[in-house]
């Protein structure tokens, strides 16, 4: 189960994100993927914040850890896409 904590976390880090404070998005995306690295959803959204300052590298390997985790998770597959679609 997710804490509370880390729900409000995420909420705070998605809202960094959407209003362009990609260093503090960054850095709540990160803690919350170390707090529950089995998450997809989180290494997704890091995924994105490290796409977004044009760490490709760093997105790729966050993207694949999130298929590694469950190979089906549409949101990674399409992030995949967007990604490779930018590029």
Do not use: C
């Not at 709540?28 to 490290?50: D, G, N, Q, T």
């Amino acid at each position: 189960p997710i804490s509370n904590q880390v729900d409000g976390l995420f909420k705070e880090a998605v809202k960094a994100f959407r209003q362009h404070q990609i260093e503090m998005a960054l850095r709540y995306f990160k803690e919350i993927s170390m707090l529950y690295p089995h998450r997809p959803l989180y290494r997704v959204h890091l995924a994105i914040a490290y796409a977004e300052k044009n760490w490709m590298s760093f997105a790729e390997s966050e993207l694949e850890t999130a298929l590694r985790l469950d190979p089906q998770y549409m949101f990674a597959k399409e992030t995949v896409a967007h990604l490779l679609f930018k590029l």
